[in-house]
């Protein structure tokens, strides 16, 4: 019999191997000092670019004066129990509310996290006869509801519509030869990664021809996009079509937790339903009444949105005069794709903490194909023109070096520990900031 631990030791997984070399660097890095356009990275200051704190709140005065007294006249232990038998509040319905209403559904209900609340309600509206159809690029918390679901599941080409039409044949073909069954679509307001927007208009113009419902992942779309930052169903005119929207409160919040919007009756069902609620403590009082704090924010601070593009438009116009490939985003994630290997990918990135002091997460093999690098950028509504002109000098003078192979090392820079081992583009002087 094989021993399951032998096995787990003997391969890591694919970013989980590296670990010798990037834990710590690469691969949970510590941000130190408050939350900001500059954090302090391993003694140094860095203009961070890998913080979903859109609107800046994380650090907002407001935020942190909520946060701290919420904290200090209910402390973390409120209320004790799942919300269904001991942990519920009226501070929990209101924001539930509040939240219904922003999103302009009939109610909504709040999630501990957004990754086991979407999982955990798919789980719930779905029985074995219902076929699910959803986006090939569908984040993991999606795909993780998916494995939970008995039944079928369709996917379509990453934002094809044609194709999303043909799993539609597909999937009503089946539930009519079952005689029994639903159909659910699933894809996101934003593509976390790309930053492109899902095609909701489209797909809700499928419901003409289709019978199905829809449900939105809007976790970066959620405060970020549509007229008062209901985000991309708002953006895109065509909240109604969406039956089930769904946004985590950790990104243009900046904090914990998540909520579902819908029609009344159905979120009451999966109230009564989902099974990673119903058995799990309820969201503290502290987190609840700063996110009331914090959706506050998202409506009567419209400045807020206004700096996010801003600045997120100087930055991808920026890259684009400069010849950078930035893709197809329409929201403020902004992807830089350029060419090279994983060992390339890490020591460019080295290069850019240590001699640039810009901090940004990269994305390699396995996550996209060999030989390509998507460097993600996030801009939010805390940083400074100077922040975006020091990193744009930055990826320029970083790419030049990449295209000339200066890169070209053969293993990761071992980072984990500082082993002095320099490599040929180190020996450029550092810059003093
Ligand atoms: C698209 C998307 N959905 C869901 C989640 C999960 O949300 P949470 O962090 O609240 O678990 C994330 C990441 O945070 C996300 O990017």
Same mark, same amino acid.
């Given at each position: 019999?094989?021993?399951?631990?032998?096995?787990?030791?003997?391969?890591?997984?694919?970013?989980?191997?590296?670990?010798?070399?990037?834990?710590?660097y690469?691969a949970?890095?510590?941000?130190?000092?408050?939350?900001g356009?500059?954090?302090?990275?391993?003694?140094?200051?860095?203009?961070?670019?890998?913080?979903?704190?859109?609107?800046?709140?994380?650090?907002?005065?407001?935020? =942190?004066?909520?946060?701290?007294?919420?904290? #200090? &006249?209910?402390?973390?232990?409120l209320?004790? @129990?799942? *919300?269904?038998?001991s /942990?519920?509040?009226?501070?929990?319905?209101?924001?539930?509310?509040?939240?219904a209403?922003?999103?302009?559904?009939?109610?909504?209900?709040?999630?501990?996290?957004?990754?086991?609340?979407?999982?955990s309600?798919?789980?719930a509206?779905?029985? =074995?006869?219902?076929?699910?159809?959803?986006? #090939? &690029?569908?984040h993991?918390?999606?795909?993780? @509801?998916? *494995?939970?679901?008995? /039944?079928?599941?369709?996917?379509?080409?990453?934002?094809?519509?044609?194709?999303?039409?043909?799993?539609?044949?597909?999937?009503?073909?089946?539930v009519?030869?079952?005689?029994?069954?639903?159909?659910?679509?699933i894809t996101?307001?934003?593509f976390?990664?790309?930053g492109d927007?899902?095609?909701?208009?489209?797909i809700?113009?499928?419901?003409?021809?289709?019978e199905?419902?829809?449900?939105?992942?809007?976790?970066?779309?959620?405060g970020?996009?549509?007229?008062?930052?209901?985000?991309?169903?708002?953006?895109?005119?065509?909240q109604d079509?969406i039956?089930?929207?769904?946004?985590?409160?950790?990104?243009?919040?900046?904090?914990?937790?998540?909520?579902?919007a819908?029609?009344r009756?159905?979120?009451d069902?999966?109230?009564?339903?989902?099974?990673?609620?119903?058995?799990?403590?309820s969201?503290?009082?502290?987190?609840?009444?700063?996110?009331?704090?914090?959706?506050?924010?998202?409506r009567?601070?419209?400045?807020?949105k206004?700096?996010l593009?801003?600045?997120?438009?100087?930055?991808?116009a920026?890259?684009?005069?400069?010849?950078?490939?930035i893709?197809k985003?329409d929201?403020?994630?902004?992807?830089?794709?350029?060419?090279?290997?994983?060992?390339?990918?890490?020591?460019?990135?080295?290069?850019?903490?240590?001699?640039?002091?810009?901090?940004?997460?990269?994305v390699v093999?396995?996550v996209?194909?060999?030989?390509?690098?998507?460097?993600?950028l996030?801009?939010?509504?805390?940083?400074?023109?100077?922040?975006?002109?020091?990193?744009?000098?930055?990826?320029?003078?970083?790419k030049?070096?990449?295209?000339?192979?200066?890169?070209k090392?053969?293993?990761?820079?071992?980072m984990?520990?500082v082993?002095?081992?320099?490599?040929?583009?180190?020996?450029?002087?550092?810059r003093?900031?």
């Amino acid at each position: 019999m094989a021993d399951i631990f032998e096995r787990l030791v003997k391969n890591y997984g694919p970013i989980g191997e590296h670990r010798d070399r990037a834990h710590g660097y690469y691969a949970f890095p510590k941000l130190d000092g408050p939350i900001g356009s500059r954090m302090i990275f391993r003694g140094q200051e860095m203009v961070v670019w890998s913080l979903n704190n859109y609107l800046g709140l994380a650090n907002h005065p407001e935020v =942190r004066k909520i946060d701290a007294d919420a904290s #200090a &006249e209910y402390g973390l232990a409120l209320p004790m @129990g799942a *919300r269904m038998m001991s /942990g519920n509040s009226n501070f929990h319905e209101q924001l539930e509310s509040e939240l219904a209403e922003y999103e302009s559904k009939e109610d909504a209900i709040l999630f501990n996290y957004g990754y086991q609340g979407i999982m955990s309600a798919i789980d719930a509206i779905c029985g =074995r006869h219902d076929v699910i159809v959803y986006d #090939a &690029e569908s984040h993991a918390c999606i795909i993780d @509801g998916l *494995r939970l679901h008995p /039944g079928h599941r369709y996917v379509y080409k990453h934002n094809d519509i044609e194709d999303c039409e043909k799993q539609l044949q597909r999937a009503t073909k089946l539930v009519e030869e079952q005689r029994s069954g639903g159909i659910l679509v699933i894809t996101e307001g934003v593509f976390g990664m790309a930053g492109d927007q899902g095609k909701l208009k489209e797909i809700a113009a499928l419901k003409s021809k289709y019978e199905f419902r829809l449900m939105v992942d809007d976790a970066h779309g959620f405060g970020t996009l549509g007229k008062t930052g209901a985000g991309a169903g708002e953006e895109q005119h065509c909240q109604d079509a969406i039956d089930l929207y769904f946004s985590t409160f950790a990104k243009s919040m900046a904090s914990i937790g998540a909520f579902m919007a819908g029609p009344r009756v159905i979120i009451d069902y999966i109230r009564y339903n989902i099974r990673s609620q119903i058995f799990a403590k309820s969201l503290p009082m502290p987190i609840v009444l700063g996110n009331l704090k914090r959706l506050d924010m998202l409506r009567t601070m419209p400045e807020l949105k206004e700096k996010l593009w801003s600045n997120a438009i100087k930055l991808q116009a920026g890259l684009k005069e400069r010849g950078f490939d930035i893709g197809k985003t329409d929201s403020p994630v902004t992807p830089v794709y350029m060419k090279g290997g994983v060992e390339e990918a890490t020591a460019m990135v080295h290069d850019l903490r240590e001699n640039y002091h810009i901090f940004c997460s990269i994305v390699v093999y396995p996550v996209i194909p060999k030989g390509h690098i998507i460097y993600r950028l996030i801009p939010t509504a805390a940083h400074t023109d100077a922040d975006i002109q020091e990193t744009l000098v930055a990826f320029s003078e970083t790419k030049a070096k990449l295209d000339a192979g200066k890169y070209k090392v053969d293993e990761i820079p071992d980072m984990a520990e500082v082993t002095g081992k320099r490599f040929d583009y180190m020996l450029d002087k550092p810059r003093n900031k």
